[in-house]
């Protein structure tokens, strides 16, 4: 039974296209979040949701759209892809945001933009 | 804001051996910390975590960590490590009322036979 699942797993795309990435958790939890995981293995949150409310939004291009249909989805729309986008992106879930509930992650999108 | 440390970028210990992660945090107040690892390939998944009582937390996989607030420190330990454990291993820290949750840069083991 997956927890926090999300897909595609590899999406390899040229630069300008525009690329969707789906993410779902069955866990019950209230907050979702994106990650992005650099070549040096670096995690940084790009957003993070709370009952489909947008509660953070770091420094991202306005390229990056996500979007929470319910709070059991958040997916991750960018357009105009550039070769910097390439990166492996994990969506992430947690019982409630702003305490100790620990993070729960998908397996991971490993985008190419090339 | 909060944010997390760990200095070590690689470590290679042999198998049997213990282990010591390091992880030094910044942050005002008692913030949430907590432990992950990834395999390659893989998602994280938590090990342990802080958030308050006893300073020595205990984890899956034998793991466990200490607390140590007069050195803003959560270092991981492993008494005898397996090959297994050969990973990416991340330190977090999460302020109180904040959805944020800073990840370091983490540290590679490598696990000699």
């Known amino acids: 039974d997956t927890a926090v699942s999300q897909t595609p797993k590899y999406l390899v795309t040229q630069m300008g296209n525009d690329k969707s990435i789906k993410c779902e958790q069955n866990?019950?939890?209230?907050?979702m979040y994106w990650y992005k995981q650099d070549s040096k293995k670096f995690l940084k949150i790009m957003f993070s949701y709370n009952n489909k409310e947008l509660i953070i939004n770091e420094t991202v291009p306005n390229r990056f759209s996500p979007k929470s249909p319910d709070k059991a989805h958040l997916n991750l729309h960018i357009n105009s892809l550039e070769l910097g986008d390439s990166a492996v992106y994990f969506c992430?879930?947690?019982?409630?945001?702003?305490?100790?509930?620990?993070?729960?992650f998908g397996n991971g999108t490993r985008l190419t933009v090339t | 804001a909060q944010s997390v440390t760990q200095p070590d970028i690689h470590i290679t210990v042999s198998e049997g051996a213990s282990l010591e992660l390091r992880c030094n945090y910044s942050?005002?107040?008692?913030?949430?910390l907590f432990w992950y690892v990834q395999s390659p390939g893989q998602g994280l998944q938590l090990l342990l975590k802080y958030f308050s009582g006893d300073t020595l937390v205990q984890g899956i996989k034998g793991f466990e960590a200490e607390f140590k607030r007069s050195q803003s420190s959560f270092n991981l330990r492993k008494p005898s490590v397996h090959w297994s454990d050969a990973a990416e291993y991340f330190c977090?820290?999460?302020?109180?009322?904040?959805?944020?949750?800073?990840f370091g840069a983490g540290t590679r083991l490598t696990v000699k036979p």
């Open positions: 992430a879930s947690s019982l409630r945001g702003g305490d100790h509930s620990p993070l729960h």
């Open positions: 977090a820290v999460r302020a109180n009322n904040n959805n944020d949750m800073r």
């Open positions: 942050y005002g107040a008692t913030p949430y």
């Open positions: 866990l019950g939890h209230d907050t």
